[in-house]
């Protein structure tokens, strides 16, 4: 997952000093790792536990589909690019005089 502090996603400003939000990441990178190692025994957590590992998951699951959609559409720009190349080249080629099926 890729954890994070909380943020305005949990009624949180976001902190200017990095050293800080580093930290807090830190931590909350470890106290995630508990959650998913004892994730079987999640009935005797303290409820504050309970209730931050609920929204820490869907929290996370909305950061990497969010991330997943950025990606694709990233190789998406990409590609649309190179196939744009491609034309101006060939359009380039052809105004020139260059077959590429010769």
Known sequence: ?????????????????????????????MLCS????????????PENVRKWWTKHQELDRRRE?????REEGRKKRKEEERKRRIAEARALLKKEGVGLDD
Not at 34 to 45: A, G, K, N, P
Not at 65 to 69: C, K, T
């Open 65 to 69: 589909e969010e991330e997943r959609r």
């Open 1 to 29: 997952m890729p954890c994070r502090g909380p943020d305005e996603d949990y009624g949180y400003r976001r902190d200017p000093n990095p050293r800080l939000v580093k930290e807090r990441d830190k931590l909350t990178r």
């Open 34 to 45: 508990l959650c998913r190692i004892y994730d079987h025994d999640e009935e005797s957590w």
